[in-house]
């Protein structure tokens, strides 16, 4: 299970590094397929945000509608999600840097009694700093009712946090993204009217490719029953996503390709009636993913998880897994990659092994765990090679035996 969870993580954070989630109380019948209905230079809708944190404490009141020549930052965030609060930090510097200018705003879809209990607690071990003392900065919010969320994120088409929305002095959206740098300095060229909205809208459009895959597929599970119809209109538009020209690429392209082909994986073994065309799309990525061992090893353990639910046996094949493991393994060990760090490395390696097991190669394996385990042998950092070798020791001695067990082994 430990594994398995390690999968799910290593994926999230390779293809989007963001907190996905649903939208509370809303309805399954949404079009996914429309354009959407709000965009850079749209009228931005008006707030009307239930719970505002601490406002008492300082005098400061609830924003209720947008002022004239005054520019708002909406930051929605969740208390779950690690790279939000991340960023909190920055957003309370920004809003002392621009004072009475910018008005910045952490709206969140929980209770205020969940954003209550994160207030006390502290930014980080080496920051005495609490987030009460953010809250005291610029303004936090809680809106459990989620209206400021499907006001602006459904809207948007966006499925992940953070997410930051810039309203400028005009009262139109001026920007909107999930990089919290691009989203200082769109800030500092907006206050000083020196933004070009007309030319980021054009750079929004590429930039939100990555959310659309996202939140077409969340969309689409948050249905339930899935139609078939609807099912290969995702799959047709996935495709088309992948055949995206590399001159209109956004710069995140790797990990929208990851993202895409990931889900699509997960459409097309739905059915064994698309057995054929998933093995075209698991032969282009496995090609694609030549040179990248993160995005390799991603796609072996999606197929490895995705063979061992039920009734997907039949549409992925057991041959279908093997060459992708086959694939990723010789990405991870060709030697090409110097652009992909040792630990990270490690860490794939380790996960390979694990996925060649659950797979059901108990050879393969055994032989990646000793492999590892020789290599870190040899470590010259006596503390990080007693440490590391103590589990890995473990771990082989545990597929040794599982192996035994199967009557798998060689004589």
């Given at each position: 299970?430990?594994i398995?969870?390690?999968?799910?993580c290593?994926?999230?954070?390779l293809?989007?590094?963001?907190q996905?989630r649903?939208?509370a109380?809303?309805t399954?019948?949404?079009?996914?397929?429309?354009?959407?209905?709000?965009?850079i230079g749209?009228?931005?809708p008006?707030?009307?945000?239930e719970h505002w944190?601490?406002?008492?404490d300082?005098?400061?009141q609830p924003v209720?509608?947008?002022e004239?020549?005054?520019?708002y930052v909406?930051?929605?965030?969740g208390?779950?999600?690690?790279?939000?609060?991340?960023?909190?930090?920055?957003?309370?510097?920004?809003?002392?840097?621009?004072?009475?200018?910018?008005?910045?705003?952490?709206?969140s879809?929980?209770s205020?009694q969940?954003?209550?209990a994160?207030?006390p607690?502290?930014l980080a071990r080496?920051?005495?700093?609490?987030?009460?003392?953010?809250?005291?900065?610029y303004?936090?919010?809680?809106d459990?009712?989620?209206?400021?969320?499907?006001?602006?994120?459904?809207?948007?088409?966006?499925?992940?946090?953070?997410?930051?929305?810039?309203?400028g002095?005009?009262?139109?959206?001026?920007w909107?993204?999930?990089?919290?740098?691009?989203m200082?300095?769109?800030?500092?060229?907006i206050?000083?009217?020196?933004?070009?909205?007309d030319a980021?809208?054009?750079?929004?459009?590429?930039?939100?490719?990555?959310?659309?895959?996202r939140y077409?597929?969340?969309?689409l599970?948050?249905?339930g029953?899935v139609?078939?119809?609807d099912?290969?209109?995702v799959?047709?538009?996935?495709?088309e996503?992948?055949a995206t020209?590399?001159?209109?690429?956004?710069a995140?392209?790797?990990?929208?390709?990851?993202e895409t082909?990931?889900?699509?994986f997960d459409l097309?073994?739905?059915?064994?009636?698309?057995?054929?065309?998933?093995e075209?799309?698991?032969a282009?990525a496995?090609?694609?993913a030549?040179?990248?061992?993160r995005?390799?090893?991603?796609?072996?353990?999606?197929l490895?998880?995705?063979a061992q639910?039920?009734?997907?046996?039949?549409a992925?094949s057991?041959a279908?897994?093997e060459?992708?493991?086959?694939?990723a393994e010789?990405?991870?060990?060709?030697?090409?990659d110097?652009?992909t760090?040792?630990?990270?490395?490690f860490?794939?390696?380790?996960?390979?092994?694990?996925?060649?097991?659950h797979?059901?190669?108990?050879?393969?394996?055994?032989?990646?765990?000793e492999?590892m385990?020789?290599?870190?042998?040899?470590e010259?950092n006596a503390?990080?090679?007693?440490?590391?070798?103590?589990y890995l020791?473990?771990d082989?001695?545990?597929?040794r035996?599982a192996?035994?067990?199967?009557?798998?082994?060689?004589?």
């Amino acid at each position: 299970m430990k594994i398995r969870a390690f999968a799910l993580c290593l994926l999230i954070c390779l293809a989007t590094c963001l907190q996905s989630r649903g939208f509370a109380n809303e309805t399954v019948e949404e079009d996914l397929f429309a354009p959407p209905s709000l965009t850079i230079g749209s009228p931005a809708p008006a707030l009307a945000i239930e719970h505002w944190m601490l406002h008492d404490d300082d005098g400061r009141q609830p924003v209720t509608e947008f002022e004239p020549d005054t520019v708002y930052v909406l930051d929605f965030w969740g208390t779950y999600c690690a790279p939000c609060l991340l960023v909190m930090p920055h957003l309370a510097e920004l809003q002392s840097k621009y004072g009475d200018r910018v008005v910045i705003i952490g709206v969140s879809h929980e209770s205020p009694q969940k954003v209550g209990a994160l207030l006390p607690k502290p930014l980080a071990r080496d920051d005495a700093r609490t987030y009460a003392d953010l809250a005291r900065v610029y303004r936090l919010a809680a809106d459990p009712d989620s209206s400021t969320e499907k006001d602006y994120l459904q809207p948007l088409r966006v499925a992940s946090l953070p997410f930051s929305v810039i309203v400028g002095k005009d009262g139109r959206i001026a920007w909107a993204g999930t990089n919290s740098d691009e989203m200082a300095d769109a800030l500092a060229a907006i206050v000083n009217d020196t933004w070009d909205r007309d030319a980021f809208a054009k750079i929004h459009a590429r930039n939100m490719l990555g959310s659309q895959v996202r939140y077409l597929y969340t969309g689409l599970m948050r249905r339930g029953e899935v139609s078939k119809a609807d099912r290969r209109r995702v799959i047709e538009i996935y495709q088309e996503i992948l055949a995206t020209p590399p001159s209109e690429r956004p710069a995140n392209w790797r990990y929208v390709e990851i993202e895409t082909n990931g889900y699509l994986f997960d459409l097309l073994s739905c059915s064994v009636e698309d057995r054929a065309e998933l093995e075209e799309v698991v032969a282009r990525a496995l090609e694609s993913a030549s040179d990248n061992p993160r995005a390799s090893v991603v796609y072996a353990t999606t197929l490895v998880d995705l063979a061992q639910r039920r009734g997907r046996d039949e549409a992925i094949s057991p041959a279908l897994v093997e060459e992708s493991l086959r694939a990723a393994e010789k990405v991870l060990h060709s030697g090409a990659d110097t652009e992909t760090p040792n630990r990270l490395k490690f860490q794939l390696d380790y996960q390979l092994a694990h996925q060649y097991g659950h797979a059901g190669h108990l050879e393969d394996k055994v032989r990646l765990l000793e492999g590892m385990v020789a290599r870190y042998e040899a470590e010259e950092n006596a503390v990080k090679r007693n440490f590391t070798l103590d589990y890995l020791r473990e771990d082989l001695r545990e597929a040794r035996e599982a192996l035994r067990e199967s009557g798998a082994e060689s004589p």
